[in-house]
């Protein structure tokens, strides 16, 4: 099992950065760890994802140039960086990850969610 836990969601304005955090705790060995959001009314939609090695990322075409995903393995923790956030960026964002390598997924694990609010 692993349990994960965000943190560092919020209100921002259009224009402004936040970065998420998200630790993994339990079986964290060789985790794949990624980044989801859903915003109101709309289906939960990848937005970013790191494999264990940090060799590979991968990015969902609205948010490449924007966000960078990144992780410390020693403190098995992922971070989303945001930056030039836009309204259509808020949304509930929910961190995953899974032990099966793949960075398409499927992911078993979820977190709570954190939510980010931009107002334009």
């Known amino acids: 099992q692993v349990q994960l836990v965000e943190s560092g969601g919020g209100l921002v304005q259009a224009g402004d950065s936040l970065r998420l955090s998200c630790a993994a705790s339990?079986?964290?060995?060789?985790?794949?760890l990624g980044w989801f959001r859903q915003a109101p009314g709309k289906e939960r939609e990848f937005v970013a994802a790191i494999s264990s090695n940090t060799w590979n990322t991968a990015y969902t075409d609205s948010v490449k140039g924007r966000f960078t995903i990144s992780r410390d393995n020693a403190k098995n923790t992922v971070y989303l960086q945001m930056n030039s956030l836009k309204p259509e960026d808020t949304a509930v964002y929910y961190c995953?990850?899974?032990?099966?390598?793949?960075?398409?997924?499927?992911?078993?694990?979820w977190g709570q969610g954190t939510q980010v609010t931009v107002s334009s």
């Open positions: 339990g079986r964290t060995f060789s985790l794949t």
């Open positions: 995953a990850a899974s032990n099966l390598g793949p960075l398409s997924g499927p992911y078993p694990y």
